[in-house]
C-alpha cells in the first residue's frame, strides 16, 4: 500500500519528515509519496515557485529508503485537487491500493473538500494525531467515523478503499510558516528542517523579504 502525503511543503521539515516515517513503519506502507500541490484550494498561495518546492523535497527525501516525491500536481499545474491526484495514482497503479495521510486539522475540513467521497472510493484515509486529542465536531465527520473507522493497521490493510485509521504521531511542534517568519528576520531555523534543504533555502535566498543574505 502507497501513502499519499499532500502538501505546500514550503519549505518541507521535520515535522512532515518525521510524522511520514511513523506512518509508514507503524501502518507497514510500502512507501510515502510525497507530492507538493501547485495551487493551493484550501488556503493562501505558497511563497516559493513550484520547481523549488519540489527540488527541495527531493533534497529531503534522499535519505530515507521508501520516501518518493512525485511532481504530478505541479506538472498538472492550476489548482490540485486530491481527488484527481488519487484518480491519476488509481489509473498509473491499478493493483497497488492507496492510502491519504492527513493531520487532524485537514480532516476536521474534510466534509468540505472537493468530492470527498470519491476520494474514499479511491484511498483509506490515515489520520496523523496527538494521543488524547479532541476529535473532528462536524457530524458528518462524526457520522464517517462510525462508519469507516478501523483500528488497527492489519484491518486497514484488509480492505481495499474507504476505512479510516487514527495512526498516533510524534508531536513535533514545527510548521512552515514558522520556519519562513524566522528566516524574513534573519534567524536561522537551523534544526527544524533538514541541513541540505536550508542550505538550498540560504543558496536561493528563499523566504527573505527584508533581510539579505
Ligand atoms: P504552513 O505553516 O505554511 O501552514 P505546514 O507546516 O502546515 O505549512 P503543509 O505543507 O501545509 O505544512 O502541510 C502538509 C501536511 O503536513 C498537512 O496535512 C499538515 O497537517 C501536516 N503537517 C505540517 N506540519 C506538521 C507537523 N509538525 N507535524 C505533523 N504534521 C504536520
Known amino acids: 500500500m502507497i501513502g499519499v502525503f499532500g502538501g505546500t511543503f514550503d519549505p518541507i521539515h521535520f515535522g512532515h519528515l518525521r510524522t511520514a516515517l511513523d506512518v509508514m513503519q507503524g501502518v507497514g506502507l510500502e512507501e510515502i509519496r510525497f507530492i507538493p500541490l501547485h495551487g493551493a484550494v484550501h488556503r493562501e498561495q505558497p511563497l516559493a515557485a513550484a520547481d523549488l518546492r519540489l527540488e527541495m523535497v527531493r533534497l529531503a527525501i534522499r535519505p530515507q529508503a521508501g520516501f518518493v516525491v512525485d511532481d504530478r500536481e505541479i506538472q498538472r499545474a492550476g489548482d ?3 481527488v484527481d491526484t488519487l484518480a491519476s495514482l488509481r489509473q498509473e497503479l ?3 491500493r492507496l492510502c491519504l495521510l492527513l493531520g487532524m486539522d485537514a480532516f476536521s475540513g474534510f466534509a468540505d473538500w472537493y468530492r470527498p467521497d470519491e476520494i474514499l472510493e479511491l484511498a483509506h484515509l490515515i489520520v496523523m494525531h496527538r494521543p488524547g486529542e479532541q476529535g473532528p465536531e462536524d457530524p458528518r465527520i462524526k457520522r464517517l467515523i462510525e462508519t469507516s ?6 484491518q486497514l490493510l484488509a480492505q481495499d478503499h474507504g476505512s479510516i485509521l487514527f495512526q498516533p504521531v510524534t508531536q513535533l511542534e514545527i510548521s512552515a510558516s514558522k520556519i519562513r517568519n524566522l528566516l524574513d ?3 536561522t531555523p537551523r534544526f527544524l528542517l533538514p541541513a541540505a534543504v536550508l542550505q538550498f533555502i540560504e543558496n536561493k535566498g528563499l523566504y527573505r523579504t527584508n533581510h539579505t543574505k
Open 149 to 154: 473507522r478501523v483500528s488497527t493497521s492489519k
Open 185 to 187: 528576520q534573519g534567524r
Open 94 to 96: 491499478p493493483r497497488r
Open 80 to 82: 490540485s485537487y486530491t
